[in-house]
């Protein structure tokens, strides 16, 4: 769901009777070395949007992966 990435990808889960707007969940790193990593999220529709890694709330904003 994100191709062109530099980074590895977890195997997408999906949740049980999940709502729409929160359908799957998976993160990526470097496979081979430490690295940062990054929480993504897609609805149902298949649009995929990346959580903030550092949130200074109990509630943050994601941020659209634009696909290509």
């Known amino acids: 769901m994100t191709n062109n990435s530099e ?7 999906r949740a049980l009777h999940a709502h729409p707007d929160f359908f799957a969940i998976w993160a990526d790193g470097h496979g081979r070395k430490p690295s940062h ?3 993504y999220f897609s609805n149902a529709a298949g649009d995929v949007f990346q959580l903030p ?3 200074t709330s109990e509630t943050a904003k994601p941020t659209r992966v634009e696909l290509k």
């Open 53 to 55: 890694r550092n949130m």
């Open 37 to 39: 990593s990054h929480l």
């Open 7 to 13: 980074m590895n990808h977890t195997y997408v889960r």
